[in-house]
């Protein structure tokens, strides 16, 4: 008995699809129309992230949008339910990061010993550059190069995750209590390793001093926080095997279980919270899910996560001082200020704030070519609300407040898994777009006042500060007309 060809066919057919999504993959999907798009759209806020998880979310009607589907997910069913056309990009991300980590094996082995450029040989106890390090020897790092900074450093803890692991940063400058201050955070979602190198990047070029002549004078006249991991225990979980997608492609932390019936019907438990959609402005707004299952789930309210609650204390903590804020993300080559909730909206600064950005990815293009976009997120990629800059912006009154999203380009078939050589040039063109942002602080700083200026023009303001002392700084412009003596301000 022979099989007919067209049976031979159905079987290998079947068994190709059958054999494809037994494995993790990446589709490139393209709504044509409004129908398309909010079905995609829906898709994202009301599905597990372990179903589908969205590399690069839907945007807009005929632009690409990249999911990662895992095995035994019914993604392609339900594109073709709605007749949403995708393509496979990539048809098994294990075998992809497998290779990477192979990559970095070998990278470390040449690295080993080897003596590096100027830029790159950290002093101080830092970790080498150009591969990836664990939480604990990061934070260990931190510890030691403040410890043998001669005071130019000091370790800071900003708080406790969910899994008891303490959230670490550097305070680096030395502070009167008056200087300027900004803030670099790195690494609230979890899978976005490169962020986190290009913040230890950033500690060495302030703490080396043979890495950047300009920070001398940046130190003289700001403080700068850095919290390379704001997402230890994420960071941790992506971790267990970075070549396992279910582990190396986790975005939240790891707050506690939670079970709800999902849209599906199915009752479902997951664990974690979107740090990036906790923070306290338009909470639950746009771009963001109430679903505990899906990527973007913003929490069961504002500032319901250590982490978040971590980063909002510090801020809370330096109000009225803190010039520039800047938070790296992974990927797409952008540059995006407030406001991104909505379109159409924009701070009150907005003129400086388009302007620095503007310069900014300029200076990250003249290194190596890198082209980035900059805007709100409407303009250039979506919305979100409930975002750590927006609420910088709106509640702490930070003028340059900016989400990075790093390299690759939003083209790119696997964003988060960035090769080895890729590392520190990444690291390298993104702080010299940083330098543009802390030469404006720097313009703007206000010039010493003259001697005979140097008054009190209010009988009160003694009483004043012994009430409340931090009085100068959160309303720096009124003190200095009113105060200047008596704050210190010449
Ligand atoms: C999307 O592309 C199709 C075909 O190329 C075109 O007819 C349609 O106008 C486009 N729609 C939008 C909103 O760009
Ligand atoms: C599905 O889309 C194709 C074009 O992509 C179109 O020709 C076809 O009519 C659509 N089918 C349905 C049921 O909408
Ligand atoms: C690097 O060298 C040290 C000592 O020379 C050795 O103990 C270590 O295992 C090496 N690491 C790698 C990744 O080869
Ligand atoms: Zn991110």
Redesign the pocket.
């Known amino acids: 008995m022979s099989t007919s060809p067209l049976l031979t066919l159905l079987f290998v057919s079947i068994f190709s699809f059958v054999q494809s999504i037994s494995k993790y993959r990446v589709l490139s999907i393209v709504p044509r129309d409004e129908f398309q798009l909010h079905k995609l759209r829906s898709l994202r806020e009301k599905f597990p992230q372990d179903f589908s998880d969205f590399w690069l979310p839907p945007s807009s009607v005929n632009g690409s949008t990249h999911v990662m589907a895992s095995p035994g997910s019914n993604l392609e069913r339900l594109l073709h339910k709605w007749n949403i056309s995708y393509d496979t990009m990539l048809d098994d991300v294990e075998k992809d990061l497998i290779s990477n980590s192979l990559l970095f094996k070998k990278r470390?082995?040449a690295l080993?010993?080897t003596r590096l450029k100027d830029d790159l040989s950290v002093p101080f106890g830092g970790l080498p550059l150009g591969v990836y390090h664990g939480y604990t020897a990061i934070s260990d790092s931190l510890q030691r190069m403040a410890d043998s900074s001669k005071g130019l450093a000091k370790y800071i803890t900003i708080g406790t995750t969910v899994e008891g692991r303490t959230i670490a940063g550097l305070k680096i400058g030395h502070d009167d209590g008056k200087k300027e201050v900004f803030i670099f955070d790195a690494g609230i979602h979890a899978r976005e390793w490169a962020t986190v190198h290009t913040a230890l990047y950033f500690i060495n070029q302030l703490l080396n001093p043979a890495a950047d002549a300009s920070v001398k004078e940046y130190l003289d006249k700001m403080v700068i926080y850095i919290i390379p991991v704001a997402n230890p225990d994420g960071y941790e979980y992506t971790r267990i095997d970075e070549t396992n997608p279910k582990f190396r492609m986790w975005r939240k932390n790891r707050g506690r279980e939670l079970c709800s019936n999902s849209v599906d019907g199915e009752k479902r438990c997951c664990k974690g919270v979107d740090l990036n959609r906790n923070f306290d402005f338009q909470f639950g707004a746009i771009g963001s899910s109430r679903y505990i299952c899906s990527e973007i789930y913003h929490g069961p309210f504002a500032f319901s996560e250590p982490e978040s609650i971590a980063l909002r204390d510090l801020f809370m903590s330096l109000k009225g001082r803190i010039r520039a804020y800047i938070t790296l993300h992974a990927y797409s080559q952008l540059f995006i200020h407030s406001y991104s909730h909505r379109a159409k909206a924009y701070p009150r600064e907005i003129d400086d704030i388009r302007q620095v950005a503007s310069h900014a990815v300029k200076e990250i293009e003249k290194m190596y070519g890198t082209k980035y976009q900059f805007g709100t997120g409407p303009e250039i990629i979506y919305g979100f609300a409930g975002g750590s800059t927006d609420w910088a912006t709106e509640k702490i009154g930070v003028k340059y407040s900016y989400t990075i999203e790093l390299r690759p380009l939003y083209t790119a078939f696997n964003g988060f898994v960035m090769r080895p050589s890729e590392l520190i040039p990444t690291a390298r063109e993104t702080w010299n777009g940083v330098r543009v942002v802390m030469d404006a602080v720097l313009r703007e700083l206000p010039t010493p006042l003259p001697p005979s200026l140097c008054v009190d023009t209010q009988p009160g303001c003694i009483a004043w500060i012994a009430a409340s002392p931090s009085l100068c700084q959160t309303n720096p412009a009124s003190m200095r007309r009113d105060c200047a003596k008596s704050c210190q301000f010449c």
Do not use: C, L
């Open positions: 470390e082995i080993n010993g």
